[in-house]
């Protein structure tokens, strides 16, 4: 069975400065994915970020980047130059390459960027 | 990336009636999930839905409660039966891309269900 932890329900960050929310996993899959989400107060469910296990780096997309130890398992997100409008729900969740491919999720991490 | 819609994108009803979610994918995708989010809560799987087979229900869900068809490889529905204020959440479908099980996973912009 898959488990993602993310310890941080709330995180408070002054705007322009990075955060790195937490994220760490367990899984006995060999190749597995790593996602996060970023979920405004409308609900929807905006994917950020993927990483696969056997990816050698660390992945990127514009402000958001995925601090990657596999041998800790843990997958923390760094958002660089915090903005307003990143003040929102994040969710970790993984998925196995194989079989149904459905999602596990965290517990969130809520965000706050302060002016 | 793919264009997923969901109808309708919220709606209030009365307890022990039936509310049926559509999701529209602007691709043909193999897999389809639905997933529900409680109030303050994280996502949960409801069930894994295929073209051509029954969909595979999680613990806890089942058939009678949350029936989903999967007509073709661009749609899907699940239907809230029998509905109570515990069913009151967000529900969401979502389709993985990429090849050999890698690659991006997306969501519709989700349901917010009222039961009153």
Redesign the interface.
Known sequence: AQKITQTQPGMFVQEKEAVTLDCTYDTSDQ?Y?L?W?KQPS????I?LI?Q?SYDEQNATEGRYSLNFQKARKSANLVISASQLGDSAMY?C?M????G?????????TRLQVQP | ?AVISQKPSRDICQRGTSLTIQCQVDSQVT?M?WYR?QPGQ????IA?ANQGSEA?YESGFVIDKFPISRPNLTFSTLTVSNMSPEDSS?Y?C?V?LGL????????G??T?LTVL
């Open positions: 190749s994915g996602f989400y409308s609900g929807e469910m994917f993927y696969g969710f969740a998925r196995k390459d194989t149904r491919r459905a999602l596990t999720f965290g517990s969130g | 990336s897999m999930f989010q994280s996502l949960t799987l894994t595979t967000i969401l979502s993985a050999a099980g890698r690659g991006e996973q997306f969501f912009p989700g917010r």
